[in-house]
């Protein structure tokens, strides 16, 4: 009769024990605060993008990130809420960058028209000067 291999079965009841500690660890603070700086972005870019369209769809896709990373921190997965936490800060910056990209150009159209209708009266001007 064979005696069992004991040290067969090691690798198994190494992968359970991890397993279980996985399981049994809660979330980091580093997580939660991430968590927590990620929210503050979104609702600073929800202020800065308001109604406008530029930034909206990563907007929405920041809250959705967000969503996920707080769902993630109730059911204590560190992991995933640390990744939705750093997606949805990428997002919310991007909205943001996008808001200001489109208030700064319409502000430079802006600009350029009113050079455009000064330098037209301007002609207009020097036109009416040399009859």
Do not use: W, Y
Request: hydrophobic content about 40%; glycine content about 6%.
């Amino acid at each position: 009769m064979r005696t069992p291999n004991f040290r067969a079965g090691l690798p198994i009841l190494g992968a359970l024990a991890l397993g279980v500690l996985a399981g049994c660890s809660s979330v980091s603070e580093v997580t939660k605060e991430r968590v927590a700086r990620s929210e503050t972005s979104v609702q600073q870019a929800e202020q800065t993008v308001g109604r406008s369209e530029a930034g909206a769809i990563e907007l929405q896709r920041a809250k959705d990130h967000l969503d996920q990373a707080k769902a993630a921190l109730d059911k204590e997965n560190g992991r995933q809420a640390e990744r939705h936490a750093q997606l949805a800060q990428l997002d919310a910056e991007l909205a943001l960058a996008k808001s200001q990209s489109a208030a700064a150009r319409k502000a430079a159209d802006e600009v350029l028209a009113s050079i455009q209708q000064l330098r037209q009266e301007a002609a207009r001007g020097a036109v009416a000067s040399d009859q």
